[in-house]
């Protein structure tokens, strides 16, 4: 049975989009491409080691620094070993619309096709790359790898070791590794909705952002949290941080388009546009509401637009980048405040404010900028272009994974709170996590 044209929107879409077979005898490696999808791989690695490390540990107080930079380097390690386990095989093994096969534990089958170009699925579905399954599932890790990290920085200062270490594992596997196979691979329910998202901003984003909103929820507020001083302990190691991750987003969103062609080009001005709009936007928000424009406030923006770009990078032209950016700016500035307060949650640096808010914001947006030419395949040679339709079919999909993760989320926080205890004692998050769950300090 034939699938209807609909249903390859997300191939059009993500990581997923790959170089079309130009030889009668079916696609080979390109080394262009293989060096380019390489050096995204790196990149992407760097968000999140060192980047990602860098940035939180500047945000948060003398005593939690190292404790929170050991929570990003442990997760790299951690998901490393799960992806190669049972992560890749559940995301991107050929199961069915909800969850993949086993097929890959323990990344079997590649002895026999390391050397040979890599599809995705079967059938009329089936995406041919250009490239290796090992560079492809490699590229898939890292994004595996930074979006529990990013979970970290809403419950920053309080959660224990031991609990983030059982938490990152249960979510992988639960969360993480359902939701992309369900966004990316040809048999999953939301890419046969036609769903747009190109790099990661149902995956990744609203994903991580969510998580982190419920865990900082049920772990409850920090200790002395609103008339206690939480100032950042070191914002310059923040904007090192922040810096790493602009640079490696070029990975994160060009890497995405599967080869080293123009679609990849595009993916990195528009990601370069509205990071630059974006941080002027909170930038000049906050001058206007508080009388001075912030650091903080200047990567804190950065970051927002680079969240709100993530979806549309493969599919919008600058000018829509642009207006997307604004937004992102504007409303990551309103959720890591205005919202934040409203409700009265600790999101201790921002993780729903930036990532959730503007997650959302991108996947809807992408909705309605698209450009058909740039998602334009043999299959669909008109591509995907923003429309009402389009503007629903994101809007369902953001829904389906804003509730399908806030309540596998919450049961796996409760679970991990019986086994091993969420939170650390009080007379340990006065003292820090640095020392007592570490028993090292920075001088």
């Given at each position: 049975m034939r699938m209807p044209a609909r249903a390859l929107a997300p191939l059009a879409v993500a990581l997923l989009a790959a170089t079309p077979a130009l030889a009668q005898d079916g696609p080979k490696i390109d080394s262009g491409d293989t060096a380019w999808?390489?050096?995204?791989?790196?990149?992407?690695?760097?968000?999140?080691?060192?980047?990602?490390?860098?940035?939180?540990?500047?945000?948060?107080?003398?005593?939690?620094?190292?404790?929170?930079?050991?929570?990003?380097?442990?997760?790299?390690?951690?998901?490393?070993?799960?992806?190669?386990v049972a992560g890749y095989s559940l995301a991107f093994g050929e199961g069915g619309p909800w969850i993949g096969d086993l097929s890959k534990l323990f990344l079997s089958g590649l002895a026999e096709n390391w050397d040979k170009p890599f599809t995705l699925g079967s059938g009329d579905g089936a995406v041919a790359f250009t490239i290796p399954e090992t560079v492809f599932l490699m590229f898939q890790m890292t994004f595996a790898i930074i979006t529990p990290a990013l979970i970290t920085g809403a419950f920053a200062d309080r959660m224990k070791f031991s609990a983030m270490v059982l938490f990152t594992i249960l979510w992988s596997l639960l969360v993480y590794a359902p939701v992309a196979h369900w966004v990316w691979h040809p048999n999953g329910w939301i890419f046969a909705l036609g769903a747009l998202d190109f790099?990661?901003?149902?995956?990744?984003?609203?994903?991580?952002?969510?998580?982190?909103?419920?865990?900082?929820?049920?772990?409850?507020?920090?200790?002395?949290?609103?008339?206690?001083?939480?100032?950042?302990?070191?914002?310059?190691?923040?904007?090192?941080?922040?810096?790493?991750l602009w640079v490696g987003w070029f990975g994160f969103n060009a890497g995405s388009a599967g080869a080293a062609g123009a679609r990849a080009g595009m993916a990195m001005l528009v990601?370069?546009?509205?990071?630059?709009?974006?941080?002027?936007?909170?930038?000049?928000?906050?001058?206007?509401?508080?009388g001075k424009p912030s650091v903080l406030g200047a990567i804190s923006g950065a970051?927002?637009?680079?969240?709100?770009?993530?979806?549309?990078?493969?599919?919008?032209?600058?000018?829509?980048?642009?207006?997307?950016?604004?937004v992102a700016g504007?409303?990551?500035?309103?959720?890591?405040?205005?919202?934040?307060?409203?409700?009265?949650?600790?999101?201790?640096?921002?993780?729903?404010?930036?990532?959730?808010?503007?997650g959302i914001i991108g996947s809807l947006l992408t909705?309605?900028?698209?450009?058909?030419?740039?998602?334009?395949?043999?299959?669909?040679?008109?591509?995907?272009?923003?429309?009402?339709?389009?503007f629903i079919i994101q809007a369902e999909a953001t829904g389906a994974v804003i509730a399908?993760?806030?309540?596998?989320?919450?049961?796996?926080?409760?679970?991990?709170?019986?086994?091993?205890?969420?939170?650390?004692?009080?007379?340990?998050?006065?003292?820090?996590?640095?020392?007592?769950?570490?028993g090292e300090r920075i001088a």
């Open positions: 999808m390489l050096t995204s791989t790196a990149l992407v690695l760097m968000m999140t080691i060192p980047g990602l490390a860098l940035f939180y540990a500047g945000m948060v107080r003398k005593k939690n620094v190292l404790a929170t930079m050991m929570q990003s380097f442990t997760i790299a390690a951690l998901t490393t070993v799960v992806w190669m790099a990661g901003g149902t995956v990744v984003h609203i994903n991580a952002g969510v998580a982190g909103l419920v865990a900082a929820l049920v772990l409850g507020k920090r200790l002395g949290f609103g008339h206690d001083n939480m100032a950042p302990y070191n914002l310059a190691l923040a904007v090192i941080g922040a810096g790493l990601t370069q546009i509205a990071a630059g709009v974006a941080a002027l936007a909170w930038v000049f928000a906050e001058w206007a509401t508080k970051v927002a637009g680079l969240v709100a770009i993530t979806p549309a990078s493969g599919f919008v032209l600058p000018v829509p980048a642009l207006i997307i950016g604004v504007l409303g990551g500035f309103w959720g890591a405040t205005g919202l934040k307060h409203l409700c009265g949650y600790d999101d201790s640096l921002d993780a729903f404010g930036v990532h959730g808010v503007c909705g309605v900028f698209a450009y058909g030419a740039l998602s334009a395949t043999t299959a669909v040679p008109a591509g995907f272009g923003g429309s009402f339709e389009q399908y993760t806030a309540i596998v989320s919450f049961i796996l926080l409760k679970v991990t709170d019986v086994i091993v205890g969420l939170r650390v004692a009080e007379e340990e998050e006065r003292e820090g996590l640095d020392v007592t769950q570490h």
